[in-house]
């Protein structure tokens, strides 16, 4: 009966996933169709259309140099891959790609967290020291949360998870694992258990969110003497597991290294995408009943609460605090599973209750639990309107759009032409290509045009000034971050910044936008109705300076200064940046850096040639030995030059190097964070070895030294 109860909700969340059901067919037409689920398609919808960069990245370039992480030149003038994403689903596609088609390898990461949550549900729920038929219905409860329709972001329902979210899926169902696994170590007393841990580990690769929240579940039992232990020591193998990853995380986090997006925090209460919406306020309700219920038990459910409560609580104190690098909603659907699991609780419990009463048979208690259950998922999926739509447009895939033949003609075209980075006017209009990314996934048809966009906008500090171009060339732009100085559409300060960033192509979709391109003196290189290719002005990948360029010593932060500076677009060949040699000059103001001398230059100091820029290297050769270069990919930290000085960090985005000598060249390599988190795993992995061949000795030599059965009945004559 129990394996019956979790079975139900998997099997209806898997059909859902499946795509079996066509939410176009009529009344009375067939609405069975082959699973789009296994069909080898290219998936889309949200950002999941340009989610499927990543693992092509991993399987063609990063794996093959014998890295995890690296470097890309594919979005944002070049970004760090996989150091500020979550890299567990993304190597589980690339795996599972070795036997199944790509379209269908991705597809089975996305639906994968979803599949599992019921388990996971049980899991967390029996470990907790429910009896099973309690565990069976709220995997239920667990499985009907996925089909919440009130928010489409923050993660863990189907909308979440086909807008791009499946990484949380598949973190909420090893952090339900995860405390189940603490739940069962605290219970027993017994020995070190590294499942936990391990556990923890996982969830760490998938989400961060996920971390904050379990963490802050856990955190109160360290004041429990009998419990402290195991909560320490999951800790300590979660954060080593996952330190090859997490360490050079965090000091990338803290770096200034990252793009703040400012979001606008929600403060409601009641209200789609707010802590209760109407869909939840019947199972808040039940969810407070099993509260009361499991309370008065005195089962071990501080856990349970803390998982469900922390995320309210941060809710509303992360815009108390000024945070605003992570949207506060992204709480608050452990919030929601947690509702949905006491819920489950309390239904669970009043069955057994029922179970217990005289006269009451055990067959009667496990049909009211299913018809309880029943009656759950069925409430659930009649109240399910948009989440087959949405599975269905995604698992379809790109080629099933209604503009899949045009965007087909638009990548085709740039495809034909020179390489050369391409940046995109905004469009709202560009769902009929397979979503809003659909741009953003250029260059996983065409490799040698990267774009300017990118889906990662976290991961790199290029991600304003690309907004701020935006707006310079589009009729329409988003205007995405709050708080930059935005520009209406101005192509004689879109063109300088362009140039900046070595950008090649400019891609109109409005009558407006083109309008002003060609009356700017643009080239159309390809046109169609509805969209026109334009080519910029020629520029170089590497530039030679023209004057010393200024570091910063103001007191603003370098990426404050650099937005400054960018909007000076008048004097952008008087380079900012961070650091540099003690001879530059230094400015605490971005106007002071106009007064100071500009060195003239002798024409062949300008030569630049052989420049090759690959995915983790850069070469060229100069003849401007001694004299700062431009480099027009965004800096990072693990960038290291040979033959130069630097890289040194520049406005607005990119790096400065001074040559040394003729040759040279800019390699990716790994930073000391990365060896240190990298040290910190080797360490974890060799000690739980170390303890699981000493465990498993220790247990050989308590079994020949027992005393056998016949022996046992001898001594005991």
């Given at each position: ?15 859902t ?13 067939s ?19 340009a ?20 470097w890309?030149?594919a ?13 567990l ?41 429910f009896e ?49 696994l ?11 258990d590294p499942?936990?841990?391990m ?7 998938t ?33 080593g ?31 789609d ?19 009361v ?24 104190l ?66 399910t ?11 379809a895939?790109?080629?099933?759009t ?38 953003v996934?250029?260059p ?13 906008v ?20 988003s ?26 192509y400019?891609?109109s ?28 002005p020629?520029?170089?990948?590497i ?12 007191p ?36 002071d850096?106009v007064?100071l ?31 700062p ?14 033959g ?21 060249v800019?390699?990716f ?39 056998s059965?016949?022996?046992q009945?001898?001594?005991g004559?």
């Open positions: 009966m129990v394996a019956t109860l979790v079975a139900v909700p998997t099997l209806l969340i898997l059909l996933m499946l795509g079996l059901i066509d939410p176009s067919a009529g009344p009375g037409a609405a069975l169709r082959f699973p789009d689920l296994f069909r080898a398609t290219t998936p889309t919808g949200g950002d999941i259309g989610h499927i960069m990543l693992p092509k990245l991993l399987t063609e370039s990063l794996l093959p140099s014998g890295r995890l992480f690296g890309s030149n979005w944002f003038a070049g970004f760090p891959v996989l150091y500020l994403y979550f890299p689903p993304m190597v589980v596609i690339v795996i599972l790609n070795v036997l199944l088609p790509y379209g269908v390898a991705f597809k089975l990461v996305v639906a994968g967290g979803l599949v599992v949550l019921p388990t996971s549900t049980y899991v967390l729920v029996r470990w907790l020291g099973r038929l309690v565990a069976g219905v709220a995997a239920v409860m667990g499985g009907a949360f996925v089909f919440m329709e009130s928010y489409s972001i923050f993660g863990g329902n189907i909308k979440s998870v086909m807008a791009g979210e499946f990484s949380f899926s598949w973190s909420l169902a090893l952090a339900a694992l995860y405390l189940g603490l739940a069962r170590q605290m219970r027993g007393r017994s020995s070190f499942l936990p841990g556990a923890l580990g996982l969830v760490a690769l989400h961060i969110v996920s971390v904050v929240v379990v963490v802050a579940a856990s955190a109160p039992f360290l004041l429990r003497r009998a419990s402290a232990r195991a909560v320490v020591m999951s800790w300590f193998v979660g954060f597991l996952s330190a090859f990853w997490s360490v050079p995380f965090a000091h990338i986090v803290l770096s200034d290294l990252t793009a703040n997006l400012n979001w606008s925090p929600t403060t409601g209460i009641f209200g995408g707010l802590p209760v919406p109407m869909e939840i306020v019947p199972v808040l309700v039940l969810g407070v009943v099993g509260f219920w499991s309370a008065k038990r005195g089962d071990q459910i501080g856990l349970l609460l803390g998982m469900t409560l922390s995320p309210l609580v941060l809710y509303v992360m815009p108390l605090l000024g945070i605003s690098n992570v949207h506060n909603g992204r709480f608050l659907p452990y919030w929601y599973f947690g509702v949905f699991v006491f819920a489950g609780i309390g239904i669970g419990l009043a069955v057994v209750t029922l179970g217990h009463m005289e006269g009451v048979s055990s067959y009667a208690s496990s049909l009211a639990a299913a018809v309880a259950s029943a009656t759950i998922m069925l409430t659930a999926l009649a109240l309107v948009d989440a087959p739509n949405w599975v269905h447009d995604g698992f895939g790109y080629e099933e209604s503009g899949y033949a045009e965007y087909g003609r638009l990548v085709d075209s740039i495809d034909r032409l020179p390489p050369g980075r391409v940046v995109w006017e905004h469009n709202d209009d560009l769902y009929r290509f397979g979503g809003p990314l659909a741009t996934a250029l996983y048809w065409s490799p040698e045009h990267p774009t300017m966009k990118g889906l990662y976290e991961a790199s500090p290029t991600t304003p000034f690309n907004y701020l171009n935006e707006s310079e060339i589009s009729w329409e732009p205007f995405r971050i709050p708080g930059l100085r935005y520009h209406d559409m101005d192509f004689d300060r879109a063109v300088p910044h362009l140039a900046l960033y070595d950008v090649r400019f891609v979709f409005t009558d407006e936008s083109a309008d002003a391109a060609t009356e700017f003196g643009l080239t159309d290189v390809a046109s169609e109705e509805s969209w026109t290719v334009f080519e910029l020629p520029t170089s990948p530039e030679v300076a023209t004057n010393e360029p200024a570091v910063w010593s103001g603003q932060a370098f990426s404050d200064a650099a937005l400054g500076w960018y909007d000076d677009v008048g004097n952008l060949d008087l380079w900012l940046t961070e650091f540099g040699p003690a001879k530059w000059p230094k400015v605490a103001a971005i106007d850096r007064a001398p500009i060195r003239p230059r002798d024409a062949d100091e300008g030569t630049v040639t052989n420049v090759a820029i690959d995915e983790h290297q850069i070469s060229f050769d100069t003849a401007a030995v001694g004299i270069h431009l480099v027009k990919v965004s800096y990072f930290p693990n960038w290291r030059a040979e130069a000085d630097g890289p040194y960090r520049a406005a607005p985005s990119l790096m400065v190097v001074v040559p040394t000598q003729e040759s040279v800019v390699r390599g790994r930073s000391g964070f990365e060896y240190l988190g990298i040290a910190f795993t080797l360490f974890t992995v060799v000690a739980l070895g170390v303890l699981a061949v000493r465990n498993r000795l220790r247990s050989g030599t308590e079994e020949h030294h027992r005393p059965s016949v022996d009945r001898v001594n004559r």
